[in-house]
Each structure stands twice: as structure tokens, then as C-alpha cells.
């Protein structure tokens, strides 16, 4: 099962049917645009869909939406909440685009071309016109109706595209021959049967290739998709889990049953069909096709688990508390989704070439006739270069560059963890040449640990000390205290349990436990010189200014049994992930420069950002402050030349400076604020993902510009061929068809991408 795909009454998806060019795209995206109600509306040819906006208080309907598409002669339904749904093999095989057709026409009209292909080895042999005839004539009429019934429904509507052209092209060829059969029965002279069925056959040919290939680009959707089990194993609520006893107190449930607060039981080996933590059990848990995270985690007691990940080797069982539309699963496939459907802004140039692209065609191609038959005074010569120019400007190749490559683009992202959402990143992320980033949460991991407790007293050991550090944090939801407990329970100690103890707001902690009475206080770089240890003052002093000089946070634990003196320096640490220096040298063999934003003191973040090679540092920062230093760093610099700058962040204090930047990326394990802000989501807190994104969309970019220079190329120069005799009828046909499948194989060449490649 997958989610419904919208959640807004407002916006809904269509399925088009009959589309096969960018002129088709223009024409339906301009009926709609123009359907009274509709605030806007996408068209998209490589996913065959529209994305419509209603306005708000509208009364349009649905239905004279789908009734405004098919007023152009296409098809149009409401998108189903699983996307397209899956065709039977027979029905796939003989469809409109089936390889059965292929097959079918290319098994007529081999004899009829055959001669052709006998002549270089001197063997003259044709078939007798009656023959060509009865092979070209289901060829014309049976396989290729397809263009006959959509040419006719776009002329009906005002409008051609690309069937109109082979419809017409391929019609002239057939109607000559059969004229020049019927006006000299007799005479020996040359039919062009075997023109018009084999630009048929390569059309044919073309769609079909062009329909395997689209379904390789929208892969990645389909195996998110499929990540969803049909069905969750939802524990009675008598069930008590205890032991093994609750292993078949369950009930199989539909997932659309399932809600918030039930139980969930997943066996080894099942998909886990919610979100949500695990009450009971542990195992290892496969979250590679949601995160891009290759190697399973270990989930136990208390921790999250993801709807549509694996389970390992445990029975785990989960307390639902997102399901459906509200589960990441749900919400990474609509990312997707509309990434894929959205236009990137520069398809709005190939938008408005497409919309004059097939009357100027017809226009080029008449043109072409009358040239020819007044210069070469054969009306034969004449049609047939007139045919060639019709089936050579087919701009199928035009409409399918962009959409092919940020389906192929997107959908590989997604697959290691990287969400595409916004199209107009592709186009923006070629150019940055700034990537700032937020340090907690970020280049950090966001977590306070123990990193040194320091013995000031040879009367007490480390031991003592951390159990008795530990013991007057017991109950307190404090970070640094859960650091503590945290640090005490992986080091086998168990903390002396307190008596009694106070929490002082912005000062510490005091309390009594069965060594006596303590104290735990914060220190500060003003505040350290005041501690009294005798003659060790300056070594305490020293060693406390060295740990809040690195950027750590100090307390001091005081034994009130002797008073003012320090037992022992406990300091707290946001360390840095391992893989943040690896992400700083990628982005710089990108030739990206680096800027760390950090509230901590400025010799604090300098010997952070130093230490793993960050190119500036900004300390001292006051989140509301970070977006007007993204505007700072964006404005021009000594060359006069405005910079690009990319915002990583993860907190909700990010948001204004990622919706500032250029292209905002936040991290997965941050905050949804974040995440709705950037352009660009990480499904993994890993650093080194920023490189990757910025890789993969700039192949993307650069494959819409190849696809767009190629499709663009092939028709400046096939039309003129083609009008001038040099491209027969057949040989454009197969060239139309070699277009777009060129184009699409392309873009495909992306799902060969894989991170760590900068």
C-alpha cells in the first residue's frame, strides 16, 4: 500500500494519456491554465501527470478539470494513491506502446524494404505492387491508427503535435504510391510503400524504447512504493507482552486500519509497516533504501524505527505513532513525486519554443513541396521531401530532456539518502561556490558527552568521583546530566544514589549522597580564577581554561565537607562527527569555499573550524544573526561577482538562513521546520552527504543541458537536411526515433552515480 499521494484538497495529480511531445505538454498545460478555478498547473511528459492548484473558495470540480484535458483530445484521470498502476504482461505486450506492435509491423514491412537492402549485392528482387500494397495497408492503418485517432484529436482541438506530423507525413508517402499504382498499372516505376511503413515501424520502434526508458527514470519512486507491506500484525489489546506469550495475540490488518497508539508486532525478516518506537525487543534494522545508510542499525527499548524499513534478526514491537500520510516513508515518495513533476526554470524556454514548433513545421514543410516541385518539376520528389521534413521535426527529444533527467537525477538521489524537492536547486546548485554551515547538530553531533573528568584530590578516585558526579544528576532531564549518567553507565559505574539535592538554575547542582555532602558548578572563563586549591591554583586554573578554550563546557565538582575546595574539573563536549573533516575536503576538490556559523565564543569555533580545515569561521553568532551573514556572503565580492552561497543546517534557529540561501540543505535529524525551509533534505545526519548533493545535481544540470543542446541540434540540422534530399523519409523516421531514445538513455546514464564520486 502507498500513501494517498495528496494531502491538500487544493492540489490533486492527473494521469494524461495520448501525450508524445513537448507540444502535447503545451497544449494541456494551457487548457488547464485556462480552466476557470485552476491557480496553476504542471504538466510533465516523462511521468505522463499534471500537477493542478484550485483556488482557494473555488467551485471548480475535479470532473471539468479532467473535462478541460480531454476538450484537447487527451485522456485524463485522477492519479491513483499507488501512482500508475501496474499493466498486465499481454496488455503491456500489445499496448499502444507494446513490443508486440513492433514486432508485428516490422514482420509486414521487412519484404517491402528487403529489395533495398539485396541492391548493393546485385540481386534485383521486388514484390509486385499488389503485394506492397496489401503489406503496407495494415501497417498504415491498423498499427499506426494510434496516429491517425490522436492527430485528428489534436487538429479537432486548434492544436498539432506529433502524431499529426507522422500521421500526415506517412499518409503523402502511402497516398503517392497508391496514386502512381493506379494512374500506370503498367509502367515500372518506383512505389514508396516500404517509406511509409517503415517510418511507422521506427516510430513504433522509438515509443517503445521511449516507454522502457521512461519506467527506468520513475524506478525510484516504484521501489519506495513497494517498501510498504500490505498488511501489519496489530497486537490485541488484552495482548500483554511478556515473554512469548503475545506471539499470536494479533490480528492482520489492512494498513489503512491501522492507527496511532496500536501495537505493532514485526517478525524477523518483515517489513515494519509504521513509524514508531520499539516497546519490546531489539534487532538490526535495514534502512537503506529510506536513508541510503548501507549497513543495518541496531534498534532497541525506546528507539524510532521508520515505516518501510527491514527487520533483522529480532522480534521488535513497535508503538505506532505515524502511519499513513504522516509516516517519513509517505513523505519522502511526495518529495520525490513533486521534484519529479515540477519543471526546472529553464523548461520554460523549451515550453514556449514547443508551443509555435509544430505550425511552424507544417508551415516549413509545405514550403519544402512547392520549392521542390517548382524547381525540380517532380511532384513524386517533391512530397517525399516534404514527408522527410514532417517526421524529422518530431519534438519528441525536446519535451522529454529536462523532465528524463530529473526523474533519473532525483530518483538516484533519493536512493542514498539525498531528497531533491525543488527542480530550481539543479539549476542553482551548479553555481554555488559557498556552502555554510551550522556547527550543533551539524558538524557536530549534537549530543553533550563526558570528554575529560579531571582528579583534582588524590582522597578520591575517578571512579568515586563519576558515580558521585552521577548520583546528583539521577532524575534530572538535564543534557549534561543525562551525559553523566551516560558516561557512568558505559564505564560499568553505578551512581551513589543521593539522600537529598537541589538544583540551582544557572549554577549547578547540590546535594548529599553516603560519601557526604557535594556541589557541582558551572564555570565560565570569568569565573575559573575564582576556585582555591592552595598551592595547585594556577595547574586547576590552567587545566579548567584549557577545556573552555576548546569549547567545552566546565563545572567543577566541590566537596562541601572542605570547603572551596574543587575535588575534580568535569568537562562536556559537542565532539565532532567522524566524517566531518572528509566533508570539508570534498567541497573543496569542488573548488567550494567553506564558512562554519557557531554561538560559541570565537577561539573556541576558530579551533573547531581549524581543526578540520573550515575556510572562515563567523563566533559568536546569534541565530536570529545567520541569515543576514548568508546575505552578507552573498553579496559581490572583490571581483564584483555575486557569490553562491548553500546553507546546512538542522535546527529550527536555521530556518531564516536557509530559506536565505541560494539552496538550503537540512539534515534529516533535525527538526521538520528545517527541513520545509531547505530546498534539499538529508536523510542522514552525515556531512559528507552535502558534497554528494551538490554532485549529483550539477550531472543533473548538466544532462538537461546536453539533452537540451542534442534535441535542439537534431531538428536545427534534420529539418534543413531533410528539406534539401539528403535525409530520405525512412532514414528520418529512424533518426526521429534514435532522438529521443538518445536523449532518454542520456539521462539514464545518471543511475550510475553513486556518493564519494567528488
Keep these: 500500500?502507498?500513501?494517498?499521494?495528496?494531502?491538500?484538497?487544493?492540489?490533486?495529480?492527473?494521469?494524461?494519456?495520448?501525450?508524445?511531445?513537448?507540444?502535447?505538454?503545451?497544449?494541456?498545460?494551457?487548457?488547464?491554465?485556462?480552466?476557470?478555478?485552476?491557480?496553476?498547473?504542471?504538466?510533465?511528459?516523462?511521468?505522463?501527470?499534471?500537477?493542478?492548484?484550485?483556488?482557494?473558495?473555488?467551485?471548480?470540480?475535479?470532473?471539468?478539470?479532467?473535462?478541460?484535458?480531454?476538450?484537447?483530445?487527451?485522456?485524463?484521470?485522477?492519479?491513483?494513491?499507488?501512482?500508475?498502476?501496474?499493466?498486465?504482461?499481454?496488455?503491456?505486450?500489445?499496448?499502444?506502446?507494446?513490443?508486440?506492435?513492433?514486432?508485428?509491423?516490422?514482420?509486414?514491412?521487412?519484404?517491402?524494404?528487403?529489395?533495398?537492402?539485396?541492391?548493393?549485392?546485385?540481386?534485383?528482387?521486388?514484390?509486385?505492387?499488389?503485394?506492397?500494397?496489401?503489406?503496407?495497408?495494415?501497417?498504415?492503418?491498423?498499427?499506426?491508427?494510434?496516429?491517425?485517432?490522436?492527430?485528428?484529436?489534436?487538429?479537432?482541438?486548434?492544436?498539432?503535435?506529433?502524431?499529426?506530423?507522422?500521421?500526415?507525413?506517412?499518409?503523402?508517402?502511402?497516398?503517392?504510391?497508391?496514386?502512381?499504382?493506379?494512374?500506370?498499372?503498367?509502367?515500372?516505376?518506383?512505389?514508396?510503400?516500404?517509406?511509409?511503413?517503415?517510418?511507422?515501424?521506427?516510430?513504433?520502434?522509438?515509443?517503445?524504447?521511449?516507454?522502457?526508458?521512461?519506467?527506468?527514470?520513475?524506478?525510484?519512486?516504484?521501489?519506495?512504493?513497494?517498501?510498504?507491506?500490505?498488511?501489519?500484525?496489530?497486537?490485541?489489546?488484552?495482548?500483554?507482552?511478556?515473554?512469548?506469550?503475545?506471539?499470536?495475540?494479533?490480528?492482520?490488518?489492512?494498513?489503512?486500519?491501522?492507527?496511532?497508539?496500536?501495537?505493532?508486532?514485526?517478525?524477523?525478516?518483515?517489513?515494519?509497516?509504521?513509524?514508531?518506537?520499539?516497546?519490546?525487543?531489539?534487532?538490526?534494522?535495514?534502512?537503506?533504501?529510506?536513508?541510503?545508510?548501507?549497513?543495518?542499525?541496531?534498534?532497541?527499548?525506546?528507539?524510532?524505527?521508520?515505516?518501510?524499513?527491514?527487520?533483522?534478526?529480532?522480534?521488535?514491537?513497535?508503538?505506532?505513532?505515524?502511519?499513513?500520510?504522516?509516516?517519513?516513508?509517505?513523505?519522502?515518495?511526495?518529495?520525490?513525486?513533486?521534484?519529479?513533476?515540477?519543471?526546472?526554470?529553464?523548461?520554460?524556454?523549451?515550453?514556449?519554443?514547443?508551443?509555435?514548433?509544430?505550425?511552424?513545421?507544417?508551415?516549413?514543410?509545405?514550403?519544402?513541396?512547392?520549392?521542390?516541385?517548382?524547381?525540380?518539376?517532380?511532384?513524386?520528389?517533391?512530397?517525399?521531401?516534404?514527408?522527410?521534413?514532417?517526421?524529422?521535426?518530431?519534438?519528441?527529444?525536446?519535451?522529454l530532456a529536462t523532465p528524463a533527467a530529473i526523474m533519473a537525477g532525483t530518483g538516484v538521489a533519493a536512493r542514498f539518502g539525498i531528497l531533491i524537492k525543488d527542480p530550481q536547486v539543479l539549476e542553482q546548485a551548479h553555481r554555488l561556490n559557498i556552502v555554510a554551515f551550522d556547527k550543533t547538530g551539524t558538524l557536530t553531533i549534537g549530543k553533550p558527552r563526558l570528554l575529560s573528568l579531571i582528579p583534582l584530590s588524590e582522597k578520591f578516585n575517578r571512579s568515586d568521583i563519576l558515580a558521585t558526579a552521577a548520583g546528583l544528576q539521577l532524575g534530572s532531564e538535564h543534557p549534561l546530566a543525562k551525559a553523566l549518567l551516560d558516561a557512568a553507565k558505559e564505564a560499568g559505574i553505578s551512581p551513589f544514589p543521593p539522600t537529598e539535592s537541589k538544583a540551582i538554575p544557572g549554577v549547578g547542582i547540590t546535594g548529599k549522597t553516603n560519601s557526604g555532602p557535594w556541589s557541582k558548578q558551572n564555570l565560565s572563563l570569568q569565573s575559573v580564577a575564582s576556585l582555591h586549591a592552595g598551592l595547585e591554583t594556577d595547574n586547576i586554573v590552567q587545566k579548567a581554561q584549557a577545556c573552555l578554550e576548546a569549547g567545552q563546557t566546565v563545572s567543577v565538582l566541590m566537596s562541601k565537607d572542605i570547603p572551596e575546595t574543587p575535588i575534580a574539573i568535569i568537562a562536556f563536549g559537542d565532539e565532532l562527527k567522524s566524517n566531518a573533516q572528509q566533508a570539508i575536503k570534498a567541497l573543496h576538490q569542488l573548488r567550494i569555499r567553506t564558512v562554519m556559523l557557531s554561538g560559541d565564543n570565537s577561539a573556541a569555533a576558530n579551533r573547531v573550524g581549524n581543526s578540520i580545515g573550515i575556510d572562515e569561521v563567523f563566533g559568536q553568532i546569534m541565530p536570529s544573526n545567520k541569515a543576514e551573514i548568508i546575505r552578507k556572503l552573498q553579496s559581490a565580492d572583490a571581483d564584483h561577482s555575486r557569490q553562491w552561497v548553500a546553507m546546512v543546517g538542522d535546527g529550527v534557529n536555521d530556518a531564516p538562513a536557509l530559506a536565505a540561501a541560494d539552496v538550503g540543505m537540512a539534515m534529516s535529524t533535525g527538526t521538520d521546520v528545517a527541513m520545509q525551509a531547505a530546498g534539499i533534505t538529508l536523510m542522514r545526519g552525515d556531512p559528507s552527504l552535502v558534497a554528494d548533493a551538490i554532485d549529483i545535481s550539477k550531472r543533473t544540470w548538466q544532462k538537461i543541458q546536453q539533452n537540451l543542446f542534442w534535441a535542439f541540434i537534431f531538428n536545427a540540422t534534420g529539418i534543413p537536411l531533410a528539406a534539401l534530399g539528403y535525409l530520405s523519409p525512412m532514414l528520418a523516421g529512424s533518426a526521429m526515433a534514435l532522438s529521443s531514445f538518445c536523449v532518454l538513455s542520456n539521462a539514464l546514464l545518471l543511475k550510475r552515480w553513486r556518493p564519494g564520486q567528488v
Design 1 to 399: 500500500m502507498s500513501p494517498p499521494k495528496e494531502t491538500n484538497s487544493h492540489l490533486f495529480t492527473l494521469d494524461i494519456g495520448g501525450m508524445t511531445c513537448a507540444s502535447c505538454v503545451g497544449r494541456v498545460e494551457k487548457a488547464l491554465n485556462q480552466t476557470p478555478g485552476v491557480e496553476a498547473a504542471s504538466v510533465n511528459l516523462a511521468t505522463e501527470q499534471a500537477k493542478i492548484r484550485l483556488q482557494t473558495g473555488a467551485e471548480t470540480t475535479i470532473n471539468s478539470v479532467i473535462a478541460s484535458v480531454q476538450k484537447t483530445g487527451y485522456d485524463a484521470k485522477i492519479s491513483t494513491p499507488n501512482g500508475k498502476s501496474e499493466i498486465k504482461p499481454q496488455q503491456a505486450f500489445w499496448g499502444s506502446d507494446g513490443l508486440g506492435r513492433v514486432l508485428l509491423s516490422f514482420a509486414l514491412s521487412a519484404p517491402l524494404f528487403l529489395p533495398m537492402l539485396l541492391m548493393p549485392f546485385g540481386i534485383h528482387w521486388s514484390l509486385s505492387p499488389k503485394w506492397q500494397l496489401l503489406l503496407a495497408s495494415p501497417v498504415q492503418f491498423f498499427l499506426g491508427w494510434r496516429f491517425y485517432k490522436a492527430g485528428f484529436k489534436s487538429v479537432s482541438a486548434g492544436a498539432g503535435n506529433m502524431d499529426l506530423l507522422v500521421a500526415l507525413g506517412t499518409s503523402a508517402a502511402y497516398g503517392l504510391s497508391v496514386y502512381l499504382m493506379v494512374a500506370s498499372p503498367h509502367a515500372n516505376h518506383e512505389l514508396y510503400f516500404e517509406g511509409s511503413s517503415v517510418i511507422i515501424c521506427m516510430v513504433l520502434l522509438g515509443k517503445w524504447l521511449e516507454a522502457r526508458a521512461k519506467q527506468q527514470t520513475s524506478e525510484a519512486i516504484r521501489a519506495l512504493q513497494k517498501l510498504w507491506p500490505e498488511q501489519a500484525k496489530v497486537l490485541l489489546p488484552e495482548a500483554v507482552i511478556e515473554g512469548n506469550a503475545f506471539l499470536d495475540q494479533y490480528r492482520e490488518l489492512a494498513l489503512d486500519q491501522v492507527f496511532a497508539k496500536d501495537r505493532i508486532l514485526v517478525l524477523p525478516g518483515e517489513r515494519i509497516p509504521v513509524d514508531g518506537v520499539i516497546l519490546f525487543g531489539s534487532s538490526h534494522i535495514d534502512e537503506s533504501l529510506l536513508t541510503g545508510e548501507s549497513e543495518p542499525v541496531k534498534k532497541t527499548l525506546e528507539d524510532k524505527v521508520i515505516g518501510g524499513s527491514l527487520n533483522g534478526e529480532g522480534v521488535i514491537v513497535v508503538d505506532a505513532q505515524a502511519v499513513g500520510i504522516e509516516s517519513v516513508l509517505s513523505k519522502i515518495i511526495t518529495l520525490v513525486e513533486d521534484a519529479q513533476t515540477q519543471k526546472a526554470p529553464i523548461q520554460k524556454l523549451v515550453d514556449q519554443v514547443s508551443a509555435i514548433f509544430v505550425p511552424s513545421v507544417l508551415i516549413i514543410a509545405l514550403l519544402t513541396g512547392l520549392v521542390n516541385w517548382f524547381y525540380l518539376d517532380s511532384a513524386a520528389i517533391a512530397i517525399l521531401r516534404a514527408v522527410s521534413v514532417l517526421v524529422i521535426a518530431c519534438p519528441c527529444a525536446l519535451g
